[in-house]
């Protein structure tokens, strides 16, 4: 009798002292607000751009086309490793961006509009809604080093605003 009265004591103060004792710290959020918000913004930029992008064969001139079609594959690398972080930060379901008409974002007007064009008009309404998307594309990656959260996404948007900047220029170079 004395030993099962023991050990009910012995588990009462097992229970009490593991009771008393500060909750474990809640699992560190590794991806912010600001994070996942630039990830989607960026994602939605470079999901409203690739039409654009698209419509340029048979449509501008050859050093634009050239560029079009380098950006056409490296904006769809770039968005899928922004999509591969939304998928770490746990982040499911509708961009809520992609419907949005924002700045950078070619609209569904703007693009029809483009489609009518040919030759110099075409380039340089082209070059005018692509010089637009690029800037943007900058300022967003530029906010996101300076008030990001989780590294991983840091260092993409550093990257992209390496990358992003370069095309600006070979935008600019082509006049």
């Known amino acids: 009798m004395l030993s099962r009265w023991w050990f009910a004591l012995v588990l009462s103060v097992a229970v009490l002292l593991g009771c008393a004792a500060e909750p474990p710290p809640a699992p560190e959020q590794k991806f912010s607000t600001t994070d996942v918000a630039w990830l989607q913004l960026a994602d939605a930029l470079?999901?409203?751009?690739?039409?654009?992008?698209?419509?340029?064969?048979?449509?501008?001139?050859?050093?634009?086309?050239?560029?079009?079609?380098?950006?056409?594959?490296?904006?769809?690398?770039?968005?899928?490793?922004?999509?591969?972080?939304?998928?770490?930060?746990?982040?499911?379901?509708?961009?809520?961006?992609?419907?949005?008409?924002?700045?950078?974002?070619?609209?569904?007007?703007?693009?029809e509009a483009l489609a009518k064009l040919r030759k110099e008009a075409f380039d340089r309404r082209f070059a005018e809604l692509l010089r637009a998307y690029l800037e943007q594309l900058v300022l967003v990656a530029n906010g996101e080093r300076s008030s990001g959260g989780a590294p991983e996404a840091r260092e993409l948007a550093a990257a992209m605003a390496r990358d992003h900047a370069a095309e600006l220029a070979d935008l600019e170079r082509l006049g």
């Open 46 to 111: 470079h999901t409203r751009a690739l039409p654009m992008l698209e419509l340029v064969p048979g449509r501008a001139g050859r050093p634009l086309a050239d560029l079009a079609a380098r950006l056409g594959a490296a904006h769809e690398a770039g968005r899928g490793r922004l999509r591969a972080l939304l998928v770490q930060a746990k982040i499911t379901g509708d961009n809520p961006h992609t419907l949005h008409d924002m700045p950078g974002m070619p609209t569904a007007q703007e693009l």
